[in-house]
């Protein structure tokens, strides 16, 4: 079983900066195992849930181009969390960010964190 827990959202102007946290636990959480994916997705209400950024095993990063050069995700394995730096936010960016833990005994979810960019 895995346990994933958010922080971090909140209420924040255009143009500035909020940190995500998601801190996993369990017995089949790793957060370096080769085939594994730890990844932030985002749903606004009425739309689907998009994938924003993904952290990989073995360290490779990807984003969707809507958030490429404004934020950036990365993981501590000491502290068994992931984070999702977001600069430059626009009011686009509003929604409920989840994390998301993806490896061969499953597909884990955390319970969602609310970012709100208010122009």
């Known amino acids: 079983q895995v346990n994933l827990v958010e922080s971090g959202g909140g209420f924040v102007q255009v143009g500035g900066s909020l940190r995500l946290s998601c801190t996993g636990s369990?017995?089949?959480?790793?957060?370096?195992?080769?085939?594994?994916?730890l990844s932030w997705y985002r749903q606004v209400p009425g739309q689907q849930r998009e994938l924003v950024a993904s952290?990989?095993?073995?360290?490779?990063?990807t984003y969707a181009d809507s958030v490429k050069g404004r934020f950036s995700i990365s993981r501590d394995k000491y502290s068994r969390t992931m984070y999702l730096q977001m600069n430059s936010l626009e009011p686009e960016d509003t929604a409920v960010y989840f994390c998301?833990?993806?490896?061969?005994?499953?597909?884990?979810w955390g319970q969602g964190t609310q970012v709100t960019v208010s122009s």
């Open positions: 369990g017995s089949t959480f790793s957060i370096i195992a080769s085939i594994s994916a």
């Open positions: 952290i990989v095993g073995g360290g490779t990063t």
């Open positions: 998301n833990y993806r490896s061969v005994r499953g597909d884990y």
